[in-house]
C-alpha cells in the first residue's frame, strides 16, 4: 500500500488552482480583498467643544482644505471604501502618509498593525461580526491620527461607528472636550467591545451544538464542530495580534496620547484580554466536543450491539431446539410422548426468561 | 454532502439571541449583572488601637463626614450592592474615585484588576463558592483604600468577612495596630483562603465522577464531564489573573503599603500559587476522565461482544447440525440406525464443551 | 436529556463536606495536617571541628542556654513533631523567627518555600518516599539557619538524615570543617538525593503497569493508569517548585551562603534538574498508558469480533443448504436421487474449506 | 508477549542503514544535497540610478574586476549551482567571505542563518515551493551583501525572482534609487511572499482532504493525513526560523541597513509573522483530521452494525417460528388445524412489522 | 470495583525492589553506571604546529611531568575508563581539578553540563548511538580544559574521534595552527555531528514502523510505538542540556575562548539546533502513530464486521424461507404445487442478488 502513497497524495479530485508566482512591489498599493462596486465616499465631522460640522461626499480638495485652514477643529475624516486605490493613494500623498501604511490599509487580508511615525500614528485591525446567515464576517479597519484630524478606512458602511457620532453630535461623556487621541480611542473601543457580541454568538453556538450532540450524536455532525474550530481559530487570529498591539498602544511614549487618555487605553487592554480569555475558553471547550462525539457515538454502537445480542441470544437456542425436534431419525423416543410438544414450549419460555433475567441483571435494557 | 455545510452550519434550532451592537460610553457607571432587589447599603466600621465604632446604614453624608473629620479612626466603609449606580456614582463623586473604577466596579463581569493611582488603590477579583446546590457562584467584589479609609463593593451581604470583623472587634492579631493596607491585606486573604474550599469541593466532584465512572461508565455521563471541565475553566478564570495582580502587588513600591505588611503579600502570593497549582492537577485529572469514559464504554462493548459470540458460537454449529438431519432425502443410512439420536446428542454435547473450554482459555468468561 | 443536566450534577451519591467559611488569622500557628499522638522531641548536635556534643531530648531553656553561650560550637537543633505548636510558637519567639515562617512550618500543607531574612534563612520543602504499601508519602520539613545554628523541624521521626549524623560524628567528608550553610546544604542535598528513589519506584510502577498492557489489557485496569497519573502529579507539585528555590538559592547573593557552597548549591540545582526532567518523562510514558489501553482493548474486541465472524460465516451458509432440503414440497427431484445426501456433504465441505482459506489468506487466524 | 519487545524492536523488515561516523571538518566545503549535472553560472546585473548593465556567466576575474573598479554601480552576483565548490571556495576566497559562511551556503541542508560581520552580511533562508506533482520542494538560497554588491546563491535556475529584475530593468518603483540593502531586502521578500503560495496550496489540501473525509471516510487514508502532517511540519521548519531571523534584521543595529530600509524590513516581519500564523492555523486543522477520520470510521461501524441488527433482529425470531412447525411430534393440535398456515403467515407478518416500528422509532432507518 | 483501588495498587506480580536509602556525601567521587572490567588507559598526544608526539598508556607522573615541563606542546589527555575511581581521583588531585567536577565525570547518570572555573572549564555531554542490535546507548563524556592541556574522559574506547587524531597527524585543517579552545570545539562538534546519525536512525525507525502500520496493524505493535518513543525521550533528555550548555559556551565570556573560535562555536550551536528541530519533529510523529494504529485497528473491525453482516444478511432471510416450506401443516397449499420448489429457488435467487446489489451500491466490497 506505501507504493500507493505518491499517488494518492493527488487523486483527480484535487485540482490545484496554481497561482504563477507573483511578487509584488513594495510600496505599490494594491486593493487585496473581494471585490465590490460600492462608490468610496469621504465624509468629514468637524467638532470642537462649541460646534459640530458635517462635510458628507467631500473632495479630496475639500479635506485637504479642511485640515490645513479649519484648525480650530479636531475633523473625523471616514474613508469609505479603500478598494479605490486611486482615490486611496491621493489621499495619502497629499496628507504625506507613508506608501507602506497605504499599502497595508488595501491589502483588506493584513493583519492587525500598529505603526508609530513621528508625527502620526497608524493601526490597523479587525472588525469581526456575524452576518444574517451566521457566518463570521472580517473586515478590514484602519485608522491614521495626528495632533488635528483622525482618518478612519472602512472597506463598507458600518453602523458600530453609530454610537460615537451620536456621542460627537450629542455632547454626550467627554468626547467632544478631548482631543483626538481620545477619538482615535473610542473607535478601537468600539471595535472591541463588538467583539463581545461576537464570542458571545460562538458561546451560543458551541452550546447549542453541545446539546445536540449529547442528546443524539446524529443531531450533530463532525462538520460542524470542524466548523466551529475554523470559527474559533479566525476569530483568535484576528484578536490576539490586537492584543498585542493594544498593549504596545498602552505603554507607548508617543507623545501624541495624552496622559489622561492612558487610563482609558490601559481600560480597553483590559477589556480585550478578557475577550481573548473567552475565547480560549471557548476554544477548549469545542476542542473537547469531538471527544463527546465519539462517545456518543460509542455509546449508540453499544446500544446496537445490546439490542442484536438480546435478540440472537434468546432465538437462536430456541432455534436449535425447535431444530433438534425437526430431526428425521427413526427412533426418537420423545416424538411419540404426547405432551412433548408442551413440554418443549415450558422449557423454551423457561430459557427465555432466564435470559431476560440474565440481561435484566446486567442492566442491558 | 459537503454542500450542506452552510445550511447545517444554522440549524433550525438554535435561533441566535441577536443583540443590537451596543457601545458603551467609556466611564459611564452601568450595573452589568444578574437583577436584584436588595437595597443598597453603606456599612461603616470606624476602629483604631483603643476604639471601634459601628456605624450600619450610612448616607452618604455621613460617610464624607466621618472621612473627613474623624482622621484618628480608620474607616472600613462596606458598600454592598453594586446595582444602585445612582448611589456608586455619588460616592464616587464625594471621595474622587475615577469614572473607569466605578466602572469596573459596577460591571460584575469585570475580570481582576489592580490600579494603583497616586493617592489610592484599587483591586478588583471574584469571590468564588459552591451554593447549596452544588452550582458555582461568581461574585464581583472591588476594594479601594488609601491612608485613612477603606471601601469595600460587595454584590451582596456575605459571611465571608465575618472573621474579620471579629478580629477587629475582639482585637484578635495584629489588624487594630496596623493600618489600612494591612485590613486590605486581610480582605483579600479571607477572598483567597476561600479559594481552597472551592478547590476542596471540585476534587471532591472528581473523585465522585472518576469512582462512578470507573464502576459503569452508564453510571456517569460525558455531560458531566463537560460540566465539570467548565467549572475549572471558569474557577481558572477567576483565579489566574488574580494570581498575576498579586504578585503584581507583592513587588509594587507604592508607598500606601508598609513595609511590615509586604512579608503578608507575600504569604497571600504563596497561597494563590497553591490554589491555582491544584486547580491544574485537577485541571489534568478532569482531562482525563473522558479518555476513561471512552475506555469504559470499550470494556462493557466487549462484554456485549463475548456473550454474543459465545451464544451464537456455541449454538449456530448445534442448529446446524439438527437441521442436516431434518433433511427429507430418502437415502439417509443415519436416519435408520437406531442409537443415531442419542449419538447425536452426544456429539453436541462434545463440541457445546469443547467450545466452552475456548473461550475459558481465552478468558472470556 | 440535556434538561436532566443540572440534577445530574449532584448525584445523590455525592453528599459535599460542605465545610464552613473560616478565615484564618494570619501569622496565627495553626497545625494543619494528620493527627498524631507521639510527642515533640527536641535533640541538638553541637559541634565543630574538634568536638561533637550530643544534647537530646533538649527543654528550650536549654536550647536558648546553648545558641547564647556556646558560641564556639555550630548547633543542629531538630525539633520532631511540628504538631505542637505551643512549643513551637514558644521556641520562635526565643529565638525571634517571624510569625508567618512559624505558621509555614505548622502547615504540613504548605508548598515548597524560601525565605530569606536579614539574618536567618527558612527554607520549606517535602520529604517524599513511597511507603510499604507502596503508597507515596509526602512529609513537611523545614530549616531555619543562621550564622551560629540550624534548626530543622520534622513532621516525625525519619531515618533520612542518619547518614548526615553519621557524617558529623566520623568526621567524614568537610562536613565538620563547614559552617551552618554547609549543614544546611547537606539537609537539602539528602532530601533531594531521595527524590530520585521515588522517581525510580515511578519508574517500576510505570513498567510493571506497561508489561502488563500489553500482554492483556483485562491483566491491568485504567483505576491503575489513573492513580499512576496522580502520584506523578503528586510528586511534580512537590518537587517542581523546589527546582525554583533552589534555583534562587543558587543565585542569591545572601551573606549566610560561604563563596565555596555556593559550587554545592549549583550541584544540588543539577540533581533536581536531573530528577524533574525524570518526572518529565515518566508523566509522557504515563500519559500515553491510556491510549495503549484502548488500543489494546480493540485488539481484544477484534479477536471477539473474528471467532464470531468465522463460526457465523461457516456455519450459517451450511445451515441454509441443511434447511433447503428439509422443505417439505411434494415435486424435489434432488430428495430421491440416491447419492444426493453425499453429494450435499461434499458441497458443504468444500463450502467450508473455500471460507476457511478465504479467513485465512485475510490473516483472521 | 514482553519478552518478545526486543526481537521486536528490529523486524527483519528494516535494515539500518548504518553509516560510518564521519566526522566533517569544520570549514571545509562541501556540497550536501541531490547531485546535479547542471553547469554552475554566474551572473552579474551592475545598475544604478541612470544604467544597467548585464554580465552573463561571468568568470571569477570579471566578478573581480567588476566589484573593484566598476565602484559607481550595484552589483547583483546571482551564483546558480552550489554544488561546485571549487568554484564556491575561489569566489568566497576571491571576495574574502568566513570559510564557514562558504560551508552554509554549500550545505543546501543548512537551517536558516543571519550572520553579521563587520563589513559584509550573510543570510540564508529557504525557497519552498509545490512542484507540478504537488510534492513540497525545498531549496536552499543564501545571500551575501555588502556596500557595493549582492551576492545571491542559489541551487538552480529559479523564475521566482524575475519581476525583481524587471524592476530593475524597467526602472519600477525605489529599488533603482537604493543601495544594496534595499535590493537584499526585494529578495527576501520575493522568498517570503512565494511562502503564501505555499500555504495556500496546503490550504487546499487539507480542505479537500476535509471534504472526502466528512463524504465517506474510505475516500481517505490515514497516510493522506500523515503525509499532509510532515508537509506542514516540514514547512514550519523552513519559515520558523526564518522568522526569528527577520525579527533580528529588523533590530539590527548593523550600518548596512539604511534608515529608509528599516520601514520595509519591518513589513517583510508583518508578512512572515502571517504567514506563519496561517501555518498554525493549518496545523491545528490537520492535527484535528485524524479526530474527524476515526469518528467517520466510527459512524461507518455504526451503519454497518445496525444492518446486521436489523436483519438478524427481523429474521432470527421468523425462522425460529418456521422451526417450531417444522417439528416431527406426533401430537401438535395446531398442525391439523387448517387455517393454522395463514395464520402463522400473519403472525410473522405482525412481528416484522412491530420490529420495524421498533427500529424506525430508533431512528435506525 | 473501588474498594479494590489500594489493592490493585500493588499486585502481586509487581515485587518493588526498595533500595535503602543512601546519602551520598557530595564531592566523593562514586563510579555510577554499567561494571565494566576494561582496564583504564591514559594516552596523551603532544602537538604543536611543527611537531606531533603520541604517549599511549601513561602514568599520572608522566602526564604531570607532561604538562608542567612540555610547555612548548599542547596535550590531549585522553582518559579511557571513568571506573576507575582511584585513578580519575589522583589525576584530579594532581591536576587541581574541583571535586565535584570528578563526581560529575564519575556519574554517568550525570546530565549534560558546563562549569566554567577561573582556569578551566568543565564541559559533560552524551554520546549517544545506536549499536548493531538497533539499541540506544548512551555514554558520558567529559572534557576539561585550560590554556595548555585538554583531558578527555571516556567511558570506553571510542572510534568517534579517530578522524579528530587524523587531522592532527595529518596536519588537516586548521586544528594545528590553533589553541586548546579548538581542540575542545572540535571534540564537542565530533559528538554533536554524531547525532545526526541518531536522528536518522531514529527517522527510519519511524517510517518503517508508519509502513507497517499503514500496511497492516498486526504487522506493528502499540509496544513498538511504546519503545520508539522512550527513545526520542532518551535522545531529547541527552540533547536538550546539551544546546542550552552550547549556547551558554556560545555567549560566555571567558578568556580561554579566543575570539576566533567564537564563530565556530555560534556553528556548533547551529549544528544542535538543527538536531533538536529533527528531534521534535520525529516527535510529533511518532506520537500520531497511535492515533494511525488505533484508526488502521478500527478499519480491520470495519472490515471485519462487513463480512460478518453480508453473510448473515444474505443467509439468515434465505434460512427463514427455507424454515417456512419445512413446517409441517396439514394445508399449505404451496407444497403440493409441482413448480413450487423452483419458484422457491428462484425467489432466494432473487433476494440474494439484491442485496449483493445493496451492499455494493453502499461500497462494502
Chains 1, 2, 3, 4, 5 share one sequence.
Not at 479603500?82 to 506608501?99: E, M, S, T, Y
Not at 478601537?188 to 467583539?195: C, E, F, Q, T
Not at 426418537?332 to 422449557?347: C, D, K, N, S, T
Request: proline letters at 2%; a neutral charge; one cysteine or more.
Amino acid at each position: 500500500m506505501h507504493n500507493t502513497l505518491k499517488q494518492l497524495h493527488y487523486p483527480k479530485a484535487l485540482k490545484l488552482k496554481r497561482k504563477p508566482i507573483q511578487n509584488q512591489i513594495p510600496g505599490k498599493i494594491t486593493y487585496v480583498g473581494e471585490e465590490t462596486s460600492e462608490e468610496t465616499v469621504i465624509n468629514v465631522i468637524s467638532y470642537n467643544e462649541e460646534k459640530v460640522v458635517y462635510h458628507n461626499n467631500c473632495s479630496l480638495e475639500k479635506v485637504l482644505d479642511l485640515v490645513t485652514h479649519e484648525k480650530e477643529f479636531q475633523h473625523w475624516i471616514n474613508f469609505i471604501g479603500v478598494h479605490d486605490v486611486k482615490k486611496l493613494a491621493d489621499l495619502g500623498n497629499l496628507l504625506q502618509i507613508h506608501p507602506l501604511v497605504l499599502e497595508d490599509i488595501a491589502n483588506t487580508k493584513q493583519r492587525p498593525k500598529l505603526d508609530e511615525f513621528e508625527d502620526y500614528v497608524f493601526f490597523a485591525l479587525k472588525m469581526i461580526f456575524h452576518n444574517d446567515a451566521g457566518l463570521l464576517i472580517k473586515n478590514h479597519f484602519g485608522i491614521v491620527f495626528n495632533k488635528s484630524y483622525i482618518i478612519s478606512f472602512q472597506q463598507s458602511q458600518d453602523s458600530i461607528f453609530n454610537s460615537i457620532r451620536d456621542r460627537i453630535h450629542n455632547k454626550v461623556g467627554r468626547i467632544r472636550m478631548r482631543g483626538t487621541d481620545y477619538l482615535f480611542y473610542a473607535l478601537i473601543d468600539a471595535v472591541v467591545d463588538n467583539y463581545y457580541n461576537v464570542t458571545e454568538t460562538i458561546e451560543e453556538k458551541t452550546e447549542n451544538l453541545e446539546d445536540r450532540i449529547l442528546k443524539d450524536a446524529h443531531n450533530a455532525s463532525t462538520s460542524e464542530i470542524q466548523l466551529l474550530k475554523r470559527e474559533i481559530l479566525s476569530v483568535r487570529k484576528a484578536i490576539f495580534p490586537a492584543k498585542e498591539l493594544i498593549r504596545k498602544l498602552q505603554i507607548s511614549k508617543h507623545e501624541l496620547y495624552d496622559q489622561s487618555t492612558k487610563a482609558y487605553l490601559a481600560d480597553l487592554y483590559d477589556h480585550i484580554l478578557q475577550v481573548t480569555e473567552n475565547v480560549d475558553i471557548y476554544r477548549e471547550i469545542v476542542w473537547g466536543l469531538m471527544d463527546m462525539y465519539m462517545s456518543s457515538l460509542s455509546n449508540k454502537m453499544n446500544q446496537v450491539m445490546k439490542v442484536l445480542t438480546i435478540m440472537s441470544s434468546i432465538f437462536i437456542p430456541l432455534t436449535f431446539i425447535a431444530g433438534v425436534y425437526g430431526m428425521n431419525f427413526e427412533f426418537m423416543p420423545e416424538l411419540g410422548y404426547r405432551p412433548a410438544y408442551f413440554i418443549v414450549w415450558g422449557v423454551m419460555l423457561v430459557m427465555t426468561l432466564a435470559l431476560i433475567y440474565f440481561f435484566k441483571r446486567k442492566n442491558w435494557f
